[in-house]
């Protein structure tokens, strides 16, 4: 067993909606620095000619394992289930 120390640093999954109406979801360590970065046209290629982004859902998880399979995970949604997971958290 490998003992792990808590850094007390969390990570998350996210979605965001893009000014076109769309949803980009990726995962972060610090939530509010990468939603600033993609508003500023650094964040994902995706983001960067739909900006404003602005931050509609998110979950907390204690390793960044968790937080990318919540990710791909969330990728696999259909629109309306990603809409449903936004509106209800579940």
């Known amino acids: ?3 792990t120390m808590d ?12 000014a076109d109406g769309t949803y980009y979801c990726g995962w972060t360590n610090d939530l509010e620095k990468r939603v600033e ?4 046209g650094k964040g994902g290629k995706y983001t960067r000619a739909r900006t404003p982004v602005k931050l509609v859902y998110y979950e907390e998880f204690e390793t960044k394992e968790e937080a990318q399979s919540r990710e791909w995970h969330i990728k696999q949604l259909t629109r309306k289930q990603k809409e449903q997971l936004i509106s209800t958290g579940r």
């Not at 970065?37 to 500023?40: E, F, I, K, M, P």
Request: hydrophobic fraction near 30%.
């Open 1 to 3: 067993m490998v003992a």
């Open 7 to 18: 850094t007390g640093k969390k990570n998350y999954t996210y979605i965001l909606e893009c």
């Open 37 to 40: 970065t993609h508003n500023a």
